[in-house]
């Protein structure tokens, strides 16, 4: 029987206190990973690394190169960076502020940015995945989600960008992009708090997907698990839809 699928590796994990973040931490330790799980919120990314015991935790504020900087720096080498911390604006193009617009990429594209710049010195030698947290909004529309579309979008081109630049530099580093569709995770129950009707936003969430449920955090740390392992040796560039064929 096969051993552990990530066992040896060191991962970051960014947003890595709850939601899908949490779940991928859980699920890289299972796999034998050692976590360092960063988040802004202390408490909550303290007491996840506490539970999981191969884990530890560092505060990070992602939009903050000075924090991304004391992050990284008692590691020797990193294995898997998983840039997932993100918010969700909602709202059409006549709604969002530009203050709020200018937030929503501060964090979803300018953290990807420069979380990237960080583990690159960490990868270049012995190789490593960058898996970027895009959405099924990073590939399809939406009228209220004019700043979210716009941010994970970018993710989406920069994920390809940088993996060119690895491949053609020769360094052995994969990066690839995961598109959720809705997942039951805080950040759903945020976005509802932000609508006038949330029993409707709901079922308009669900309605997107033909398997007509929402996903779960485990299905889509199931694709990371893949993702940060060997098994995924041959594959950078690439868009995972993981979105119960609401991309069809």
Not at 77 to 94: F, K, P
Not at 184 to 209: E, G, R
Request: proline letters at 4%; a negative charge.
């Amino acid at each position: 029987m096969a051993g552990p699928r990530l066992s040896g590796k060191i991962a970051l994990v960014t947003g890595g206190a709850s939601g899908l973040g949490a779940a991928i931490a859980r699920a890289f330790v299972d796999e034998g990973a050692e976590v360092v799980i960063a988040d802004i919120d202390e408490a909550a990314g303290q007491a996840l690394a506490d539970e999981l015991g191969s884990a530890r935790f560092v505060p990070l504020d992602v939009t903050q190169e000075a924090q991304w900087q004391a992050a990284v720096a008692g590691l020797e080498r990193l294995d898997v960076l998983v840039n997932n911390a993100g918010i969700t604006t909602l709202g059409s193009i006549e709604e969002v502020t530009l203050a709020q617009l200018r937030h929503e990429l501060d964090i979803d594209v300018g953290g990807v940015f420069l979380g990237t710049q960080a583990a690159i010195p960490l990868m270049k030698a012995g190789g490593g995945s960058i898996i970027n947290m895009s959405s099924l909004s990073g590939v399809r529309a939406a009228s209220y989600l004019v700043a979210y579309n716009a941010a994970k979008a970018a993710v989406t081109l920069m994920t390809k960008s940088c993996a060119l630049h690895f491949a053609e530099k020769g360094y052995p580093i994969r990066c690839n992009s995961i598109h959720p569709g809705a997942i039951h995770t805080p950040i759903i129950d945020k976005v509802l708090a932000q609508s006038d009707d949330p029993k409707a936003l709901y079922k308009s969430f669900v309605d997107v997907h033909p398997i007509g449920r929402l996903g779960k955090p485990e299905e889509i740390a199931a694709m990371a698990v893949y993702l940060a392992s060997d098994e995924s040796g041959f594959t950078t560039g690439a868009e995972f839809r993981v979105d119960g064929g609401a991309s069809i």
